[in-house]
């Protein structure tokens, strides 16, 4: 007679067997069908959609791609010729995995697909967060609830609706997925509102009260239908699945910490100089006679117009939509610390530039790499860097400063002039055309074309700017509250404070290019007989273009609430919107602004990637035309293809630029220091230059 506990246990086993059976029956039922799309030559538009036979539904897709939701049984904006995956699950938890590769039809797509790796590993060196790999910190973005509001829900528009009916009463308890309210919009469409998450529900509206998805002018913030408050802090997750995490990029960190290092060594100089540094911008200080081609104004306005650009307009639209409008106060701290950088990078410029028997003048931070590090007996190194710094700069001015530009430039154009559409390459020869008439000139022609657009193009930008300002001015306490609020107190569905913190520092630090090292080249060609005299000039840049321009544009959006809106517009069309929402013909003046602002950053790169150029192929005015002519082309490239890998990897080249750039400030550190010293004391003793026309005046 069998053992009754034997029994039992043979019982047990043959059941689970059974059962393992039944689920592996039932996964081999499931039939995949995979159906692959490549609806166009452009890149990035491929579509992979999933067919399910068998199984138990409901089924959940956990694509490769973090924007497409758990639910979705299609994924589009994939990558052409790259590898991508979804595992495919049935409601008893049986999974298939699926790999394919979207087909690559044309040539760009094959080529975006090849230079894709590059840009993952460029991206792993400058975006690596160290806190993270060390255990400083937890990068994942955990919630303690989660707002319920109508931009989360994809059946309703921008209409107008009631709230018709609470389901669960307010501190009820909810479940993920089960029906809490009812709405009904203007025009009799009745939408269940379900909790997307389980928790303690919070009304925040009333029934009767009427609800929009975007936020009313002034409110800064998204209108809320309810928050639901979790037991415990959750981790809040991508529409895949996938945990999100906030990273501290190490390429940020570099840039911060040698901005804090340059304001504290030389002792607040952005703050203590930043009265000469106006002087000098104004010629009080311009000699004649003193070596070099262009003023310190001219030099500043071709520094300052290959920073104020794109960045400004559409950059800072996507960190204050991501960052809330906290972001604005670290952006704003940013630039205040970047100038003390500059100054850094700008004296060296100068000091180590060589001038040549015709005038030509050579200088930035390959000089001061080469032969500032050769005086402290670090030749070897000093080489190494200089190098490094001159391809980074070539391969930033062809992408970065050039086709980057053309591309967004054409895009923008087309939108206001639907003529242009289609028209890309015509439209990129045209563009071409405008600029080398510029650059043709050299550094004295691209100074006097800067010196006069980018005070057009800042002026009417920020009258802009002011005029949406002003059209709102009754909110301007509560913006102010909000981007202090949002500052230190962030939303944790905003990515908490670290999240807002490291937006703001990133746009800041990528906006200005303090610490890169381009505008020490346009600074090296200015008319001084004392290099930290630019140092001085320089001090206004970070100022006009991430204290000034970006904060404008940042108070533009948070002025309009443009800010907490969802309707998943981009950068510059987000920034549109906000300007049309008060005078309808606003976006065709930001258009011509972001014109200007592209054309003034493809000259001053120009100059930049020429100066890279000529340090490692030498000094021949035909190698330079050679240059110009390749300039030239990348422009019509730019404004014809969509390059978007290219374009990304071009553009990472000139924050790697920093790197070796910073190495080679931190070594001059005690050099610059000293310099400042004895002209901070020349000119207490009145010992400097004064232009006799300020002598005039000022009697």
């Given at each position: 007679?069998?053992?009754?506990?034997?029994?039992?246990?043979?019982?047990?086993?043959?059941?689970?067997?059974?059962?393992?059976?039944?689920?592996?029956?039932?996964?081999?039922?499931?039939?995949?069908?995979?159906?692959?799309?490549?609806?166009?030559?452009?890149?990035?538009?491929?579509?992979?959609?999933?067919?399910?036979?068998?199984?138990?539904?409901?089924?959940?897709?956990?694509?490769?791609?973090?924007?497409?939701?758990?639910?979705?049984?299609?994924?589009?904006?994939?990558?052409?010729?790259?590898?991508?995956?979804?595992?495919?699950?049935?409601?008893?938890?049986?999974?298939?995995?699926?790999?394919?590769?979207?087909?690559?039809?044309?040539?760009?797509?094959?080529?975006?697909?090849?230079?894709?790796?590059?840009?993952?590993?460029?991206?792993?060196?400058?975006?690596?967060?160290?806190?993270?790999?060390?255990?400083?910190?937890?990068?994942?973005?955990?919630?303690?609830?989660?707002?319920?509001?109508?931009?989360?829900?994809?059946?309703?528009?921008?209409?107008?609706?009631?709230?018709?009916?609470?389901?669960?009463?307010?501190?009820?308890?909810?479940?993920?997925?089960?029906?809490?309210?009812?709405?009904?919009?203007?025009?009799?469409?009745?939408?269940?509102?379900?909790?997307?998450?389980?928790?303690?529900?919070?009304?925040?509206?009333?029934?009767?009260?009427?609800?929009?998805?975007?936020?009313?002018?002034?409110?800064?913030?998204?209108?809320?239908?309810?928050?639901?408050?979790?037991?415990?802090?959750?981790?809040?997750?991508?529409?895949?699945?996938?945990?999100?995490?906030?990273?501290?990029?190490?390429?940020?960190?570099?840039?911060?910490?040698?901005?804090?290092?340059?304001?504290?060594?030389?002792?607040?100089?952005?703050?203590?100089?930043?009265?000469?540094?106006?002087?000098?911008?104004?010629?009080?200080?311009?000699?004649?006679?003193?070596?070099?081609?262009?003023?310190?104004?001219?030099?500043?306005?071709?520094?300052?117009?290959?920073?104020?650009?794109?960045?400004?307009?559409?950059?800072?639209?996507?960190?204050?939509?991501?960052?809330?409008?906290?972001?604005?106060?670290?952006?704003?701290?940013?630039?205040?610390?970047?100038?003390?950088?500059?100054?850094?990078?700008?004296?060296?410029?100068?000091?180590?530039?060589?001038?040549?028997?015709?005038?030509?003048?050579?200088?930035?931070?390959?000089?001061?790499?080469?032969?500032?590090?050769?005086?402290?007996?670090?030749?070897?190194?000093?080489?190494?860097?200089?190098?490094?710094?001159?391809?980074?700069?070539?391969?930033?001015?062809?992408?970065?400063?050039?086709?980057?530009?053309?591309?967004?430039?054409?895009?923008?154009?087309?939108?206001?002039?639907?003529?242009?559409?289609?028209?890309?390459?015509?439209?990129?020869?045209?563009?071409?055309?405008?600029?080398?008439?510029?650059?043709?000139?050299?550094?004295?022609?691209?100074?006097?074309?800067?010196?006069?657009?980018?005070?057009?193009?800042?002026?009417?930008?920020?009258?802009?700017?002011?005029?949406?300002?002003?059209?709102?001015?009754?909110?301007?306490?509560?913006a102010f509250i909000a981007i202090l609020d949002g500052a230190f107190s962030a939303e944790?569905?905003?990515?908490?404070?670290?999240?807002?913190?490291?937006?703001?520092?990133?746009?800041?630090?990528?906006?200005?290019?303090?610490?890169?090292?381009?505008?020490?080249?346009?600074?090296?060609?200015?008319?001084?007989?004392?290099?930290?005299?630019?140092?001085?000039?320089?001090?206004?840049?970070?100022?006009?273009?991430?204290?000034?321009?970006?904060?404008?544009?940042?108070?533009?959006?948070?002025?309009?609430?443009?800010?907490?809106?969802?309707?998943?517009?981009?950068?510059?069309?987000?920034?549109?919107?906000?300007?049309?929402?008060?005078?309808?013909?606003?976006?065709?003046?930001?258009?011509?602004?972001?014109?200007?602002?592209?054309?003034?950053?493809?000259?001053?790169?120009?100059?930049?990637?020429?100066?890279?150029?000529?340090y490692l192929f030498g000094r021949s005015k035909k190698l330079e035309l050679v240059y110009?002519?390749?300039?030239?082309?990348?422009?019509?490239?730019?404004?014809?293809?969509?390059l978007g890998a290219v374009l990304s990897f071009a553009d990472m080249m000139i924050l790697?630029?920093?790197?070796?750039?910073?190495?080679?400030?931190?070594?001059?550190?005690?050099?610059?220091?000293?310099?400042?010293?004895?002209?901070?004391?020349?000119?207490?003793?009145?010992?400097?230059?004064?232009?006799?026309?300020?002598?005039?005046?000022?009697?």
């Amino acid at each position: 007679m069998i053992n009754s506990k034997l029994f039992a246990l043979i019982t047990l086993i043959l059941l689970t067997m059974s059962s393992a059976i039944a689920q592996d029956q039932s996964a081999s039922n499931m039939v995949v069908d995979l159906q692959l799309i490549n609806p166009s030559s452009e890149i990035n538009n491929g579509i992979a959609k999933v067919k399910v036979q068998g199984g138990q539904a409901p089924y959940s897709y956990k694509w490769s791609n973090v924007n497409t939701p758990l639910s979705e049984s299609e994924s589009d904006g994939l990558i052409e010729g790259m590898q991508h995956s979804v595992d495919i699950s049935d409601a008893n938890g049986n999974t298939i995995n699926k790999t394919f590769t979207i087909p690559a039809k044309s040539i760009t797509e094959l080529f975006n697909s090849k230079v894709q790796p590059a840009v993952d590993v460029m991206g792993a060196v400058l975006f690596w967060d160290a806190f993270a790999t060390l255990g400083i910190y937890d990068p994942v973005v955990y919630a303690s609830h989660i707002n319920i509001s109508l931009s989360k829900d994809k059946t309703i528009g921008n209409e107008v609706y009631n709230i018709k009916k609470w389901v669960v009463p307010n501190g009820g308890q909810v479940k993920k997925g089960e029906p809490i309210a009812v709405l009904k919009s203007t025009k009799n469409k009745e939408v269940y509102v379900k909790a997307s998450h389980s928790g303690t529900l919070e009304h925040m509206a009333q029934e009767g009260e009427q609800i929009s998805k975007l936020p009313e002018t002034g409110s800064f913030k998204s209108p809320l239908l309810g928050i639901i408050n979790f037991q415990t802090p959750q981790p809040l997750l991508h529409p895949n699945g996938d945990v999100k995490t906030n990273t501290i990029p190490f390429i940020v960190i570099w840039l911060i910490l040698g901005s804090i290092f340059f304001t504290l060594r030389l002792k607040f100089i952005n703050i203590r100089g930043f009265r000469h540094s106006l002087d000098l911008a104004r010629g009080k200080y311009d000699d004649p006679k003193a070596p070099g081609t262009i003023t310190h104004f001219q030099a500043m306005a071709t520094a300052v117009s290959a920073t104020v650009g794109l960045g400004n307009i559409a950059g800072v639209a996507v960190a204050i939509s991501l960052g809330g409008a906290g972001a604005t106060f670290w952006m704003f701290l940013a630039g205040f610390f970047g100038m003390s950088l500059k100054f850094a990078e700008c004296t060296l410029g100068v000091k180590y530039r060589f001038i040549d028997d015709e005038g030509r003048i050579f200088g930035g931070p390959m000089n001061y790499l080469r032969y500032g590090l050769e005086k402290r007996n670090l030749k070897r190194l000093g080489k190494f860097l200089a190098v490094l710094f001159a391809v980074l700069g070539v391969g930033a001015s062809f992408g970065g400063g050039n086709m980057l530009q053309s591309n967004q430039a054409f895009k923008i154009v087309s939108e206001q002039i639907p003529a242009l559409q289609g028209q890309g390459f015509w439209f990129g020869v045209g563009f071409a055309l405008l600029v080398g008439a510029v650059i043709i000139g050299g550094i004295k022609s691209i100074a006097k074309v800067t010196a006069k657009v980018v005070p057009i193009m800042a002026i009417l930008y920020v009258l802009g700017c002011l005029v949406v300002i002003g059209y709102h001015i009754e909110y301007i306490g509560g913006a102010f509250i909000a981007i202090l609020d949002g500052a230190f107190s962030a939303e944790a569905l905003k990515g908490g404070f670290i999240g807002v913190l490291i937006i703001g520092l990133q746009r800041a630090a990528f906006s200005s290019e303090a610490g890169v090292g381009s505008a020490a080249i346009a600074h090296s060609a200015s008319k001084t007989n004392h290099p930290i005299a630019d140092g001085f000039t320089s001090l206004v840049e970070p100022f006009i273009d991430t204290m000034l321009v970006c904060t404008m544009t940042a108070l533009v959006l948070i002025f309009t609430g443009k800010h907490e809106s969802s309707t998943g517009l981009g950068g510059v069309e987000l920034t549109a919107d906000a300007f049309g929402s008060v005078v309808s013909w606003f976006p065709t003046v930001l258009a011509v602004a972001v014109f200007l602002f592209a054309f003034s950053t493809m000259v001053s790169w120009s100059y930049y990637g020429m100066r890279s150029w000529s340090y490692l192929f030498g000094r021949s005015k035909k190698l330079e035309l050679v240059y110009k002519v390749m300039y030239l082309g990348f422009v019509v490239l730019g404004a014809s293809v969509s390059l978007g890998a290219v374009l990304s990897f071009a553009d990472m080249m000139i924050l790697a630029m920093s790197f070796p750039n910073i190495i080679g400030l931190y070594i001059m550190a005690p050099e610059i220091n000293a310099d400042m010293k004895v002209y901070w004391n020349k000119l207490k003793a009145g010992a400097l230059y004064v232009n006799p026309k300020f002598l005039k005046a000022e009697k």
